[in-house]
């Protein structure tokens, strides 16, 4: 990745997106590339400028930003998303996580933290906000259909990949597990690479998810 984390930020109100914009861009080392005001407007956006990052409002009227992150998803080499939402009990914030999503903010959150988010997600940590994102899982793994499904996945890990995948869960990022575990952060990487391709899944938050439904973290 080049040294500046390009930004792509979505929403349908122009005084929240003018402010991300001038919150973001007076960030060292990111830059808002792009802005839109829909979903149906953000692959366009991405193709033009190869965001490596996009903070994606929910609630938007023509394609809401759930629809808009598995279309991005979906796409080869696809960049990050994070998703922003007014309130912590909206269940559509769960589905953007099963859609893609890296996580998600509330929009009252701090610019310090925003930012910080930002980069982390750029760096391939997921931003899972504990006590929130906990409640939700919790919501999904009351399943207990969900529960067979998800272990009957993760027994096709081997043990190393098994641990790794508990470590994300515990939102561990890729030098906090290294160090745990006693193995260098590319060895992280090539499991956490390998759990995700066994699984087919999009990214480390859907590990996370997986593992909360199998009630293992």
Do not use: C, W, Y
Not at 25 to 53: C, K, L, N, Q
Not at 67 to 82: D, G, I, M, Y
Not at 83 to 102: I, M, P
């Amino acid at each position: 990745m080049n040294d500046l984390v390009r930004v792509l930020v979505v929403d349908d109100d122009p005084l929240v997106r003018g402010a991300l914009v001038m919150m973001l861009d007076g960030a060292d080392g990111i830059s808002v590339i792009g802005e839109a005001g829909d979903g149906d407007e953000v692959p366009a956006v991405v193709d033009a400028h190869a965001a490596h990052v996009v903070l994606m409002d929910l609630r938007m009227p023509r394609v809401n930003g759930i629809a808009a992150t598995r279309r991005l998803r979906a796409r080869p080499h696809p960049p990050e998303v994070v998703v922003l939402t007014t309130f912590d009990t909206d269940e559509n914030v769960l589905r953007a996580l099963r859609a893609g999503a890296s996580g998600f903010l509330l929009k009252d959150t701090p610019p310090p933290r925003i930012v910080e988010a930002v980069r982390r997600v750029a760096a391939g940590d997921p931003i899972l906000s504990p006590g929130v994102t906990r409640r939700l899982m919790d919501r999904v793994s009351a399943d207990a259909g969900n529960h067979d499904r998800a272990r009957a996945a993760l027994a096709a890990l081997s043990p190393r990949e098994h641990e790794v995948a508990l470590e994300v869960a515990r939102g561990r990022s890729n030098a906090e597990i290294a160090a745990g575990l006693g193995m260098t952060v590319a060895t992280v990487k090539a499991h956490v690479s390998h759990v995700l391709t066994k699984l087919a899944l999009g990214n480390r938050t859907q590990i996370a998810l997986l593992v909360h439904d199998a009630e293992l973290a």
